[in-house]
Protein backbone atom coordinates (compact mmCIF):
# COMPACT_ATOMS: atom_id res chain seq x y z
CA UNK A 1 0.00 0.00 0.00
CA UNK A 2 1.53 2.97 -0.93
CA UNK A 3 1.92 5.84 1.63
CA UNK A 4 0.50 9.15 1.25
CA UNK A 5 4.46 10.61 1.21
CA UNK A 6 4.63 8.61 -1.89
CA UNK A 7 1.45 9.58 -3.53
CA UNK A 8 2.03 13.58 -3.28
CA UNK A 9 5.51 13.62 -4.23
CA UNK A 10 4.05 11.42 -7.58
CA UNK A 11 1.63 14.45 -8.66
CA UNK A 12 2.07 16.95 -11.13
CA UNK A 13 1.87 19.90 -10.34
CA UNK A 14 -0.60 21.84 -12.38
CA UNK A 15 0.42 23.54 -15.23
CA UNK A 16 -0.92 26.07 -17.69
CA UNK A 17 -2.47 24.66 -20.85
CA UNK A 18 -0.59 26.20 -24.46
CA UNK A 19 -3.48 27.74 -26.87
CA UNK A 20 -2.87 24.34 -28.57
CA UNK A 21 -3.81 22.44 -26.08
CA UNK A 22 -6.78 24.73 -25.32
CA UNK A 23 -8.26 24.72 -28.91
CA UNK A 24 -8.00 21.10 -29.08
CA UNK A 25 -9.73 20.59 -25.61
CA UNK A 26 -12.40 23.27 -26.54
CA UNK A 27 -12.81 21.22 -30.04
CA UNK A 28 -13.43 17.90 -28.07
CA UNK A 29 -15.73 19.93 -25.39
CA UNK A 30 -18.19 20.84 -28.31
CA UNK A 31 -17.66 18.60 -30.86
CA UNK A 32 -19.08 15.81 -27.87
CA UNK A 33 -21.80 18.11 -27.11
CA UNK A 34 -22.69 18.62 -30.90
CA UNK A 35 -22.85 14.64 -30.76
CA UNK A 36 -25.38 14.47 -27.71
CA UNK A 37 -27.04 17.45 -29.22
CA UNK A 38 -27.44 15.18 -32.55
CA UNK A 39 -28.78 11.90 -30.61
CA UNK A 40 -31.34 14.08 -28.68
CA UNK A 41 -32.58 15.20 -31.96
CA UNK A 42 -32.70 11.64 -33.26
CA UNK A 43 -34.30 10.66 -30.65
CA UNK A 44 -36.47 12.55 -30.50
CA UNK A 45 -37.75 12.69 -34.32
CA UNK A 46 -38.37 9.00 -33.92
CA UNK A 47 -40.04 9.29 -31.02
CA UNK A 48 -42.73 11.39 -33.12
CA UNK A 49 -42.46 8.74 -35.96
CA UNK A 50 -43.24 6.08 -34.00
CA UNK A 51 -45.84 8.24 -32.17
CA UNK A 52 -47.47 8.90 -35.81
CA UNK A 53 -47.79 4.98 -36.13
CA UNK A 54 -49.73 4.54 -32.57
CA UNK A 55 -46.71 3.63 -31.04
CA UNK A 56 -47.68 -0.03 -33.29
CA UNK A 57 -45.10 -1.96 -34.71
CA UNK A 58 -42.11 -4.35 -34.63
CA UNK A 59 -38.68 -3.69 -33.47
CA UNK A 60 -37.57 -3.57 -37.05
CA UNK A 61 -40.30 -0.69 -37.06
CA UNK A 62 -38.40 1.42 -34.55
CA UNK A 63 -35.15 0.57 -36.21
CA UNK A 64 -36.71 2.08 -39.33
CA UNK A 65 -37.83 5.10 -37.52
CA UNK A 66 -34.56 5.60 -36.05
CA UNK A 67 -33.20 5.29 -39.66
CA UNK A 68 -35.02 7.96 -40.77
CA UNK A 69 -34.83 10.52 -38.01
CA UNK A 70 -31.50 10.15 -37.96
CA UNK A 71 -30.86 10.30 -41.89
CA UNK A 72 -33.56 13.70 -41.24
CA UNK A 73 -31.58 15.27 -38.75
CA UNK A 74 -28.51 15.36 -40.53
CA UNK A 75 -30.12 16.45 -43.58
CA UNK A 76 -31.13 19.47 -41.53
CA UNK A 77 -27.61 19.70 -39.83
CA UNK A 78 -25.61 19.98 -42.77
CA UNK A 79 -28.02 22.31 -44.74
CA UNK A 80 -27.91 24.81 -41.03
CA UNK A 81 -24.04 24.12 -41.33
CA UNK A 82 -24.34 25.35 -45.40
CA UNK A 83 -26.48 28.15 -44.58
CA UNK A 84 -23.80 29.52 -42.35
CA UNK A 85 -20.37 29.24 -44.25
CA UNK A 86 -19.03 32.61 -45.37
CA UNK A 87 -18.67 32.31 -49.40
CA UNK A 88 -16.81 35.09 -50.09
CA UNK A 89 -13.80 34.29 -51.16
CA UNK A 90 -15.56 32.54 -54.09
CA UNK A 91 -16.25 36.10 -55.53
CA UNK A 92 -14.41 37.49 -58.43
CA UNK A 93 -11.27 39.82 -56.52
CA UNK A 94 -11.18 42.05 -59.97
CA UNK A 95 -15.13 43.54 -59.15
Same mark, same amino acid.
Given at each position: ?5 ? =??? /? ?9 ? &????? *? ?5 ? *? ?5 ? =?? +?? /?? *????? =? ?15 ? &???? =? ?5 ? *????? /? +?????? /???? &?
Amino acid at each position: MPSKVS =ETA /TRRPRTKLSKS &EENIL *AHHVINS *AKRTDRQ =EM +IA /TA *AYYRA =EKRGFNGSEADAVQDWL &EAEM =EVDNELY *AFDSD /T +INFQFL /TNKA &E
